[in-house]
């Protein structure tokens, strides 16, 4: 047994039991290759709580908004965020991406990215995510990127009702 497999095996032993739950490749470092190897970082990133790999997959002008399900616009949060995506632990919050779907021409690429997130092990939201990325340089970045919620109530079959709508 190799290094990298004792320690992957040790970090898992220390999760708790809803991120022992997640894939194995939310411990995976930042991967900014692809549109959407950037969008599963920045998951990747809240699942480890590391706000430097935030800082990575974000450009340093980008923003992130949310609309209610009121259509109000929330202004900018990125920073807000990441702050928070720098107290977690790493497992205690957990977005989960299907159906993502890619559009791309040369360096720009939008990505649509449905998602249920569960927080210290509870199911906590669904709803998509809608994210625009620049190649800058070799890396993909997120440059804008939105989100909406579903309400609360009916996240527990969020993503089957979705899946079965033929959506993705």
Same mark, same amino acid.
């Given at each position: *047994?190799?290094?990298?497999? !004792? /320690?992957?095996?040790?970090?898992?032993?220390?999760l708790p039991a809803a991120a022992q739950d997640a894939p194995d490749e939310m411990l995976a470092p930042v991967d900014?290759?692809t549109p959407e190897a950037a969008v599963h970082s920045m998951m990747r990133a809240m699942y480890q709580g590391d #706000?430097? *790999?935030? +800082?990575?997959? =974000?450009?340093?002008?980008?923003?992130?908004?949310?609309? @209610?399900?009121?259509?109000?616009?929330?202004? +900018?949060?990125?920073?807000?965020?990441? +702050?928070?995506?720098? /107290?977690?632990?790493?497992?205690? #919050?957990?977005?989960?991406? =299907?159906?993502?779907?890619?559009?791309?021409?040369?360096?720009?690429? /939008?990505?649509?990215?449905? $998602?249920? !997130? &569960?927080?210290?092990?509870?199911? &906590?939201?669904?709803?998509?995510? /809608?994210? &625009?990325?620049?190649?800058?340089?070799?890396?993909?970045?997120?440059?804008?990127? *939105?989100? @909406?919620?579903?309400?609360?109530? &009916?996240? #527990?079959? $969020?993503?089957?009702?979705?899946?079965?709508?033929?959506?993705?």
């Amino acid at each position: *047994m190799t290094l990298k497999y !004792i /320690t992957a095996a040790l970090i898992a032993w220390s999760l708790p039991a809803a991120a022992q739950d997640a894939p194995d490749e939310m411990l995976a470092p930042v991967d900014l290759s692809t549109p959407e190897a950037a969008v599963h970082s920045m998951m990747r990133a809240m699942y480890q709580g590391d #706000a430097d *790999m935030v +800082d990575q997959v =974000f450009h340093d002008s980008a923003v992130l908004r949310r609309v @209610t399900s009121y259509g109000e616009l929330r202004p +900018d949060g990125l920073q807000r965020w990441r +702050d928070w995506v720098g /107290t977690l632990a790493v497992g205690q #919050a957990y977005e989960e991406l =299907f159906a993502v779907e890619t559009q791309q021409q040369g360096p720009l690429a /939008t990505v649509w990215a449905p $998602f249920v !997130i &569960t927080y210290q092990g509870e199911l &906590t939201g669904c709803g998509v995510n /809608t994210l &625009t990325l620049a190649q800058v340089g070799a890396d993909w970045q997120v440059v804008y990127g *939105m989100d @909406t919620g579903a309400p609360s109530e &009916t996240c #527990a079959g $969020f993503k089957a009702r979705y899946l079965k709508r033929g959506v993705g």
